[in-house]
């Protein structure tokens, strides 16, 4: 049974940056599609970044894009996100999360993602 692991977060100023991790055990995640999800206080959780196994495909909310950078290590089994030029509005609870079969693309739905990870937070203040 897979597990996912968040870390990295923390509480940093405005225009600052932070890397999260996200460390699987029990799986690879060769053919899995791994994303990034958000929650911020008194919001829905929603997609933040996803990166395709199989070919590294990646995919970005428009509130990210430019900023946020989401990378893996294959050999680590270990799915990055950089988080750079951080603003107050990306202050959320970040989760790690796996959708173990590959159909074909990026899904934006949390629905699709079997595995979750426990979450990190992350707090930016001005």
């Known amino acids: 049974q897979v597990q996912l692991i968040e870390s990295g977060g923390g509480s940093v100023q405005a225009g600052d940056s932070l890397r999260l991790s996200c460390a699987a055990s029990?799986?690879?995640?060769?053919?899995?599609?791994v994303g990034w999800f958000r929650q911020a206080p008194g919001k829905e959780r929603g997609f933040v970044s996803a990166?395709?196994?199989?070919?590294?495909?990646?995919d970005y909310a428009d509130s990210v894009k430019g900023r946020f950078n989401i990378s893996r290590d294959s050999a680590k089994n270990i799915v990055y996100l950089q988080m750079n030029s951080l603003k107050p509005e990306d202050t959320a609870v970040y989760y790690c999360a796996a959708q173990i079969k590959d159909y074909g693309a990026i899904n934006y739905s949390e629905r699709r993602y079997e595995v979750w990870g426990q979450g990190t937070q992350v707090t930016v203040s001005s």
């Open positions: 029990g799986r690879s995640f060769n053919r899995s599609i």
């Open positions: 990166i395709r196994s199989v070919d590294g495909t990646t």
